[in-house]
């Protein structure tokens, strides 16, 4: 069987698992004939009430390993990040020194990288584990670790979030399909030091031509670049939020409530905390030297959230589409640097939202307000 079949034969495959939750009998009985391996694919959460049609297709890939000439994170191998529960605490926020400054902005151009390489594999027919491999690979050229991997347990290198998955979702053989939209979200260690990015692309011709995945994806993408607009010493880590959920609101979107932008430096995740929504409750304010996060989450419906039974994949409770943009931000005196800005030959960019586009407000959009004292989970990556 050439190589070429055998790819149709999988997506088909596929297309039907995500469908019905099985195989067709005709492919089962190809499987006989050919040996193929297409058949052990499955749904490790058959009882599970996914939220949107979306289901894992398992066995993952073995983890992927790292040589000893890349310097390690303190949870790479027991996936315990202990450095960072020595330091908790909203107010014990790194302020960067020069030469500190110089390692970020090192880390971040290689994210950025890695970023764009991945993004240039996407397209109708690959698998997510397969941009897995890309990016660990990618990272590996750049003398740099994936940070994702093994932090907490996370089994892969990137997070691949496909169409109602907000964030987290786990690398394995699903195929994408051309329609789909699909956040990369990258994270590398390098020098000592974590960079972290995430954009949302659109998969095939069927993804820009959908109206609805272009509005939710340039929400989201519109939201992060007026948030950035605001940062600078003096600004409020509540403030973004307010910005970030009055453009949202403008275009019929809600805001994603559960997860936060965080600091990075040497640590993956630390103060402070950076919530996405008004009327937040977070204190503190920005200061030169400080390194963020801001990476809001945007759905066509609700804002509420459910986790898959693997503890990370994120969808949707309604099962709505979602998106999200994602970049580290170094605060300066004057005002704030991108340190994972986009590049001229960037894949991926802004298009134009379709101005006939309606849709009905989302879920739950009137109720705006999380009190105080409410969980905020960050992100993996």
């Known amino acids: 069987m050439s190589k070429a079949w055998e790819r149709e034969l999988i997506l088909l495959a596929r297309l039907f698992q995500e469908k019905?939750?099985?195989?067709?009998?005709?492919?089962?009985?190809?499987?006989?004939?050919?040996?193929?391996?297409?058949?052990?694919?499955?749904?490790?959460?058959p009882t599970f009430p996914f939220t949107g049609s979306l289901r894992p297709v398992y066995?993952?890939?073995?983890?992927?390993?790292?040589?000893?000439?890349i310097a390690l994170p303190d949870y790479a191998k027991d996936g315990n990040p202990k450095s960072e529960r020595r330091f908790p605490g909203r107010h014990n926020i790194t302020i960067l020194d020069e030469k500190q400054q110089e390692s970020m902005r090192?880390?971040?151009?290689?994210?950025?990288?890695?970023?764009?390489?991945?993004?240039?594999?996407?397209?109708?027919?690959?698998?997510?584990?397969?941009?897995?491999?890309?990016?660990?690979?990618?990272?590996?050229?750049?003398?740099?670790?994936?940070?994702?991997?093994?932090?907490v347990h996370f089994p892969k290198s990137v997070c691949t979030s496909p169409n109602e998955i907000i964030c987290h979702g786990i690398p394995d053989q699903r195929v994408l399909l051309d329609g789909d939209i699909l956040n990369l979200d990258v994270t590398l260690y390098h020098g000592g030091f974590h960079g972290d990015l995430n954009?949302?692309?659109?998969?095939?011709?069927?993804?820009?031509?959908?109206?609805?995945?272009?509005?939710?994806?340039?929400?989201?993408?519109?939201?992060?670049?007026?948030?950035?607009?605001?940062?600078?010493?003096?600004?409020?880590?509540?403030?973004?939020?307010?910005?970030?959920?009055?453009?949202?609101k403008s275009k019929n979107c809600s805001v994603i409530k559960t997860y936060c932008g965080h600091g990075i430096n040497q640590l993956f995740h630390c103060a402070?905390?950076?919530?996405?929504?008004?009327?937040?409750?977070?204190?503190?304010?920005?200061?030169?030297?400080?390194?963020?996060?801001?990476?809001p989450m945007i759905s066509l419906g609700s804002y509420k959230d459910k986790t898959w039974p693997d503890?990370?994949?994120?969808?949707?409770?309604d099962g709505s589409r979602t998106a999200q943009f994602e970049h580290t931000l170094l605060v300066t005196k004057d005002g704030v640097e991108v340190l994972t800005a986009r590049q001229a030959d960037s894949p991926g960019g802004p298009v134009s939202i379709p101005e006939a586009v309606k849709a009905d407000p989302p879920i739950g959009a009137a109720s705006t307000t999380i009190k105080e004292g409410s969980a905020q989970k960050s992100p993996v990556a």
């Not at 066995?59 to 000439?69: G, M, N, Q, T």
Request: charged fraction near 25%.
């Open 311 to 317: 503890d990370w994949t994120s969808a949707t409770q």
């Open 59 to 69: 066995p993952l890939s073995p983890r992927r390993p790292v040589p000893d000439s």
């Open 106 to 151: 090192k880390v971040c151009r290689l994210a950025r990288e890695v970023l764009d390489i991945a993004a240039r594999a996407i397209k109708p027919g690959v698998t997510t584990d397969f941009l897995d491999e890309v990016v660990h690979n990618a990272c590996l050229e750049r003398d740099s670790y994936p940070s994702p991997l093994n932090y």
């Open 20 to 45: 019905l939750g099985r195989l067709p009998c005709a492919l089962i009985a190809h499987k006989k004939v050919h040996k193929s391996t297409t058949a052990n694919f499955y749904n490790p959460f």
């Open 272 to 295: 402070p905390n950076i919530p996405h929504y008004a009327k937040n409750k977070q204190v503190g304010v920005a200061k030169p030297g400080m390194c963020f996060t801001i990476e």
């Open 199 to 248: 954009e949302t692309y659109y998969v095939g011709p069927k993804a820009l031509a959908d109206a609805d995945s272009v509005r939710v994806v340039e929400t989201s993408r519109e939201c992060l670049d007026q948030a950035i607009k605001i940062v600078k010493p003096g600004m409020a880590f509540r403030d973004p939020g307010g910005v970030i959920e009055k453009y949202a």
